[in-house]
């Protein structure tokens, strides 16, 4: 009978001493100060685009990886590499799909074509013949691995 009790007196004066540290700091606590104004975001409509985008929709991200990320033209290693982002660099993401597993995340994120990477994309297309230009229809997707960026915001699944 000397156990239960040795218990209960444990928790008893456990529960009564987090207790008094919480009324300390509500005592502690200054309300007579009144709060300055709240600041909030607005709220936009549906219907609303945002300016930096135009009417995509992209999440941002930023490159964790320790040195530079190799873009490739799809969610596999084995696929062509198609350019490269460096460390703490910004990106816009378009979506994001299953892909190879790097590192134990097989998710990859589709980036947002470039102006300048399209406008020499095409200058390329029309200069070469139709076998070459299936090749670079394949290199027209930049695609990073997730386990080296860290989206800002939700990512969602590509719509095939």
Avoid: F
Wanted: hydrophobic residues 30%; proline residues 5%; aromatic residues 4%.
């Amino acid at each position: 009978m000397l156990k239960p009790t040795r218990t209960i007196l444990a928790l008893t004066a456990g529960s009564l001493v987090l207790g008094l540290v919480g009324a300390g700091t509500a005592v502690a606590a200054d309300h007579s100060e009144p709060r300055g104004p709240v600041l909030t975001a607005p709220v936009k409509d549906a219907d609303e685009e945002d300016d930096e985008y135009g009417d995509r929709d992209y999440v941002r991200g930023v490159v964790i990886s320790r040195g530079p990320l190799t873009v490739r033209s799809k969610p596999t290693t084995h696929s062509h590499k198609v350019g490269r982002v460096h460390p703490h660099e910004k990106l816009s993401i378009e979506c994001k799909a299953r892909g190879e597993r790097v590192d134990g995340n097989n998710l990859w994120y589709l980036l947002e074509q470039r102006d300048e990477q399209e406008s020499t994309d095409e200058d390329r297309k029309n200069a070469m013949t139709p076998k070459s230009a299936k090749a670079a229809k394949d290199r027209d997707d930049h695609w990073v691995s997730a386990r080296y960026v860290k989206n800002l915001g939700k990512v969602h699944y590509c719509r095939l």
